[in-house]
């Protein structure tokens, strides 16, 4: 069983940067993993994921401004967060890729508001 804890979401004015981070109970470093992030009103979405490998991808949206990083040994994954847009505000989740839905977590807010 894996249960994942999201932290480091906070209020950031425009233009600034948060470092998000992922700490998994069980063992992820056979898992490709992913930061998804739900905004209100909007679907969960994929913003980022990293495979055990470390090949990565981003959606367009973030590209350029976004970095997942992971540490298996930690059984970590991390997204540093820059250039922050208030289109970014949103919850923010790990899970991995395809998600199990039993693996949700409480996730992590953002807000990006002056």
């Known amino acids: 069983q894996v249960q994942f804890v999201e932290s480091g979401g906070g209020l950031v004015q425009p233009g600034g940067s948060l470092r998000l981070s992922c700490a998994a109970t069980?063992?992820?470093?056979?898992?490709?993993m992913g930061w998804y992030r739900q905004a209100p009103g909007k679907q969960r979405e994929l913003v980022a994921s990293?495979?055990?490998?470390?090949?990565?991808n981003y959606t367009d949206s973030v590209k350029g401004r976004f970095t997942i990083s992971r540490d298996n040994a930690k059984n970590t994954v991390y997204l540093q967060m820059h250039s922050l847009k208030p289109e970014d505000t949103a919850v923010y989740y790990c899970?991995?890729?395809?998600?199990?839905?039993?693996?949700w977590g409480q996730g992590t807010q953002v807000t990006v508001s002056s």
């Open positions: 899970n991995g890729v395809p998600p199990s839905t039993a693996y």
């Open positions: 990293i495979t055990r490998t470390g090949i990565i």
């Open positions: 069980g063992i992820i470093s056979v898992y490709r």
